[in-house]
């Protein structure tokens, strides 16, 4: 838990400098042993939950998206092997991190 915690405080500081923070939570939270179903479903709450909360006329399309993408993506996360997901995770997670690297030093 203490790796988790430590983790997330890490993560919040790079995402606050100049993001990134995601490929070192998504790290953590791997070697913890947690499924990576777990961190996409906390990145997708959190993610949105500032928008949502800063433009209220949003809600309901935001709602519609996100019930109709969780029913997708929860029923994507049981039929793919472990495997598959873990990669696609980690690889997104890669791509995410190099972006905004990028995006940091333009």
Do not use: C, E, K, W
């Not at 092997?81 to 696609?88: D, G, N, Q």
């Amino acid at each position: 838990m203490l790796l988790i915690l430590l983790a997330g405080v890490a993560a919040g500081a790079l995402n606050a400098v100049g993001g990134g923070g995601s490929f070192v939570a998504l790290s953590a939270l791997v070697a913890a042993g947690m499924p990576p179903a777990v961190y996409l479903t906390a990145a997708v709450i959190f993610l949105f939950a500032a928008d949502v909360l800063a433009q209220p006329l949003h809600l309901v399309a935001l709602l519609a998206g996100a019930i109709l993408g969780g029913y997708t993506g929860a029923h994507l996360v049981r039929r793919l092997p472990s495997a598959m997901l873990r990669t696609l995770v980690l690889t997104t997670a890669v791509a995410m991190t190099a972006v905004f690297f990028v995006r940091a030093f333009r």
